[in-house]
């Protein structure tokens, strides 16, 4: 009796339905974003690769640092620990960026991933936040006639430019719906500027989930809330944290190494988020 | 501006209203379908409604799910410009007329591809997770040595053998500055390594360390790597102790050098208050040759000893420890390291407490009560060479290993009207080599490894008086008994075998041959029977193997499903070929030994796991010797048996489920063991408390059922993390007593919380309780019930920066017939003077004085009341700097 309990449960758990739906990225676009992460101090700009991977259908927009941390596919070599290139490789994986942008293109759905230490949790944006004015104005940009449009969102006023060249309706963090790729997408304070560097056909199509399959959908400001919690205290954090195969991770650090990790992340924040509200 | 140009995507009411008031424009509705020429829907195509071609845009849709969309168009023009295009299609470009419509587009698939505009950049390749802390960030005032700040790295554990773990499994490899000095023996530098020496700390997740199978072999594990803040670093750390009583005294001093091509670290260490030197040298490295053939010795011959007690050392073990240790690297050309690796130990430690044991039999119960006093002589050197190339084509290691123990024992034991001497000397020597050599043929990897080793043991146990005195001296007391075992082994290992990788799948057969051939003589002397041949062992004992195994692994895109099926299969060849008039045993078998792990994650929240597996065990020299072995003061052991067949199957099925936005975490499993033998080994017990061990040839069972449960829950305003976790076992097996056979069933539960708290910023609180029961039946009847408990609280306060007190409470209780309670309680004071770097530290041991920890446990047929004597009431002074 007991056996035949145990293989049901089993049969019900390993093949248990999953309603998503699995899209095929084959391009990689990838953006330069500069940004000024004090609204207070114009002169302090920061750089960082971003990369949008579309399909025809769905996209999936995060920096490329977040990118490389989740290529799990293969490892590192040891020869060239310690060396100049390594050393680049491991910067690389830096980013102060944690979202993942999933889009479903023709459904006009906007899902807002985040990976807080190893839990991965979305939210749905409202449908219809960012609608487009397609203003007359165009200029070329890498070989593409590209041409202007505006819309706000989150508190900032944006501009962007687009070509119908490339039949590709998406773009930059949360922004697509134009007839054509975007170019170029900056705020009204030059605060966030993406700039479009390079178009590249995947060598093997990306599988993509829509919704992820292996992210939980949560509440915007839980998320936050929880993001924050492990920002202002990573240790007690994982202390929480039951792992794989149920083993227990336990930490131990005193007041004074808290105190400094805090500081450390304190000075480190992005101040001038890219959504005001 | 022209006011036809421009046309807002969605209809406003503003717009509207501008609309009305320029009523020479006239609106229309565009609306339609996309399709591909197999009549596909077509979703995400862009429309684009223009004048001509080259005008402005004046509406545009995206299609949806089922290819519709919809246009609406204001404009004065007849015939409008309709442009639709889709990744993979040729645009289609068509004229249609300016007025509520249907339009059906169709388009046809085109293998054009977008042109592609290359990033310049110089990382695009790059693959594989690497983690990088700045340990300025997580190092505290009072951290010396690299431990102190690993423990702070989100998602490292270190446990109290000094393994390192990430998130949970034990790393892989420890590198310094890239170079693998220590191997697993990265004690040594993490615990002694000047965190002032360390820029930062790398964590290579899924780190492949063998560079030919990066991208055909996933890593699971992760390794760590420390960088160091300059290019040649002189470090080190010492430590010196004292304290009373009796004298006490602390050493440990280690220097290390690491430059580019070459790294040296050496170490000192001695002390009598208790501290395991030997953990510092012990290996956690990966076994690369999964080999039988262990470099460790496996004793037949013993002491009658204690169990230790299960807290931390320096409350129990009286020890007199000398190491030291040499390790050197140096990399001979680019991609060729050579590594020394020697260290030697001296250890000198005493054992004193008593047992009582009560065995139980099907008629009767036995009690006996032995007073032991145990010395234990340790010598042992453990020479290590290494030589290893690692690049992107061929990775090639030699590993020479050679172990030398000189060690000695002596106890006594005193009975209730007799005293017992007990001598054990037992040299043993031991010398292994491990060749791999990895290299690509082709597309595929081919691997060969080579095991050759070779060992001697010489164990020799003198009794004194004699206690067998029916079966040896015919029933007369004898002055005493001489036990002489020498075992001699010699073993080869060789195997070939390839690694492909095919999309999501890798496979890794492997055709190997084993050959082991063991050599066992024993003879007893003292008693006037004592040179009868039933005393008398000479044993050559053949082991050969002809194996074929196979490895497949699958992993999923979205790294949802984990699988690994392993089919090995093997012929074996065993043979013993006995002297003394003896019958030979032999056994030939095919085995088939399949293996199933599978790890799947059914959503953000819920994983789970399953193996099941079927492994054998044939024929262990050490349960085939026909004539009786002294093997300790009270047990004479034979084995009247065939060649000894274990068949497991194992099952184990997990689940777990984590919500990190409630901070609440669960997880469960449930394992079975089901093992089948064909010998049973039956015990009679004698009334001097002695056993005779032989063995039986009949098919026996033994079944266990294990369900473990874990939960965490963090309650935030309280800032307090609580852990429950609760465990049931049930075991069944057969055993003969007594020449009855008898079923014997235990049952366990255990149930633990614990409460970790951070009152205020300068106290802090945990406690840690456990409860456990033991019920053992024999033949359904309940003859055992043993309940016992440990709690643990500590308080930790910081009432400044650069001081800490820590005060813990220990209570563990057991109760079987009356209750036994243990109390203990300690203090640790640190002070570091900040301008020089010294730590003071403070420590007083076993406050209370308590004398003695006692212990209860059970077996299938026996519990025993042991008494454990600690050390006494002490206090150290130690004082911890940098070199």
Partial sequence: MTKHFLLISLL??????????????????????????????????????????AGSQASLFLSKGQALKDSLSSSANIAMLGT?????????????????????????KIYHGEKIFQDKLFYTEPKGQISWNILPESQEIFGYSAQKASTSFAGRDYTAWFTTEIPIPDGPYKFSGLPGLILKLEDSEQEYVFSFVGLEK????????????????????????????????????????????????????DRSQKKNLKDRREADKNQNPIELK | MNLTDIKPFRISIFLLLILVSLKVQSQSVISGNVKDENNKNLNGATLII??????????????????????????????????????????????????????????????????????????????????????????????????????????????????????????????????????????????????????????????????????????????????LKKEVTLTGTAEIGSGLSPFLW??????????????????????????????????????????????????????????????????????????????????????????????????NQLQQGSNTTRFFTPTDTVDLLEVTSNRFYTNSLQPKFTLERNTDKRFLKNQLEMRAYWDSSRGVISRTDDRIEQDLNSPFRAIRNNFQLLSPVGKQLIEFRSVIGYSDSRQELEVKPGQFEDLVNEGNTYANSRQQVNETQFFADNSAGFTKGLGNFSLSPKLGIQFSNTNLESALDGGLNADNDQFRNDLQYFSNSL???????????????????????????????????????????????????VRKKLSAFWETTLFAGLNYDFGNVQRLYRGFILTNYRRLQNYDSPISENQRQNYRLGLNYRNPLKQFFVNGSYSYIHNKSNLLYSSFITENGASL?????????????????????????????LKLNGNYRLTDREQLLNEALSEIQNKSYSAGLSLDSEITEWLSVNYDGTLAF????????????????????????????????????????????????????????????????????????????????????????????????????????????SL
Avoid: C
């Fill in chain 1, 12 to 53: 019900f758990i390993y093949f248990f339905p999953t309603y998503s739906q699995e899209n095929k990225l084959e391009y990689r676009i990838t953006y330069e974003l500069r940004y000024q992460p004090d609204s207070t101090d114009s002169g302090k700009i920061r750089t960082e690769p971003m990369w949008l991977f």
């Fill in chain 1, 84 to 108: 100049e290139h390594w050393k680049q490789k491991a910067s690389a994986t830096k980013s102060a960026f944690s979202f993942r942008i999933f889009k479903d293109v023709s459904e006009n």
């Fill in chain 1, 202 to 253: 995947l060598y093997e199509p990306m599988q993509l989930n829509i919704p992820p399959a292996d992210y939980q959908e949560a509440d915007k400001v839980e998320i936050f809330e929880l993001k924050q919690r492990f920002e202002e205290d990573p240790i007690k954090y994982v202390n929480n944290y039951v792992g794989p195969g149920g083993k227990r991770i336990t930490i131990k650090a």
């Fill in chain 2, 50 to 227: 223009q004048k001509d071609s080259l005008s402005g845009i004046l509406a545009y849709a995206i299609s949806d799910k089922n290819g519709n969309f919809s246009l609406q168009v204001n404009s004065p023009a007849d015939s409008l410009f309709l442009k639709t295009s889709y990744m993979g299609y040729a645009t289609k470009r068509q004229v249609i007329k300016n007025q509520d419509q249907q339009v059906e587009v169709i388009l046809n698939s085109s293998s054009e591809e977008l042109k592609q505009v290359i990033v310049e950049a110089n990382m695009l390749e790059q693959r594989g997770d690497t983690l990088s802390f700045s340990v300025a960030a997580f190092k505290g005032k009072e951290d010396r040595v690299i431990a102190d700040v690993l423990k702070k790295i989100p998602g490292i554990e270190i446990l109290p053998s000094g393994q390192i773990r990430y998130k949970g499994e034990p790393i892989q490899k420890y590198y310094i500055e890239g170079l693998d000095l220590l191997e697993g023996r990265y004690n040594l530098a993490n615990e002694n390594l000047n965190a002032n020496a360390v820029s930062k700390v790398e964590i290579l997740e899924n780190h492949q360390p063998i560079k030919v199978l990066d991208s055909l072999e996933f890593s699971e594990r992760a390794s760590l790597n420390i960088k």
């Fill in chain 2, 250 to 347: 602390q050493v440990k001093l280690t220097p290390m050098i690491f430059t580019k091509e070459r790294q040296a670290l050496i170490t000192y260490q001695s002390n009598n208050t208790g501290r395991d030197v030997s953990r510092e040298i012990r290996d956690f490295s990966f076994n690369l040759f999964s080999s039988e053939f262990s470099l460790d010795n496996s004793e037949i011959l013993s002491l009658s000893e204690l169990t230790e007690p299960s807290f931390d050392t320096e409350r129990w073990l009286d020890n007199n420890a000398h190491l030291a240790s040499v390790n050197f690297l140096e990399r001979l050309d680019n991609d060729l390291d050579l590594k020394a690796n020697i260290s030697y130990l001296n250890d």
């Fill in chain 2, 547 to 597: 194996y074929l195994e196979n490895s497949i692994r699958y992993k999923s895109d979205d790294e949802s499903w984990n699988l690994r099926l392993g089919t090995d299969l093997s012929y074996r060849d065993l043979k013993a070929e006995m002297s003394y008039e003896r019958d030979n045993q032999e056994l030939q078998k095919l085995v088939f030994e399949p293996q199933l792990f």
């Fill in chain 2, 693 to 721: 061990n032989q063995a039986l040839e009949t098919d026996n069972y033994s079944r266990t059922h294990s369900y473990d449960l874990g939960l965490s829950q963090y309650f935030t305003s309280l800032h307090t993390t």
């Fill in chain 2, 774 to 881: 033991f019920d053992t039946y024999i033949n359904d009847q309940k003859v055992q019930h043993i309940r016992t408990g440990s709690h643990f609280l500590k308080l930790f306060f910081f009432p400044a920066d650069n001081q800490y007190l820590n005060i813990s409470g220990e209570l563990y209780d057991n109760s079987v017939n009356q209750n036994t309670e243990n109390y203990f309680m300690n203090l640790n004071y640190t002070y570091n003077f900040e301008e020089s770097g010294i730590d003071l530290s403070l420590s007083w041991n076993n406050i209370l004085n308590t004398d003695s920890f006692s212990n209860v446990y059970s077996s299938e047929f026996s519990y025993v009341e042991s008494t454990y004597r600690l050390r006494p009431s002490q206090v150290l002074l130690s004082l911890k700097f």
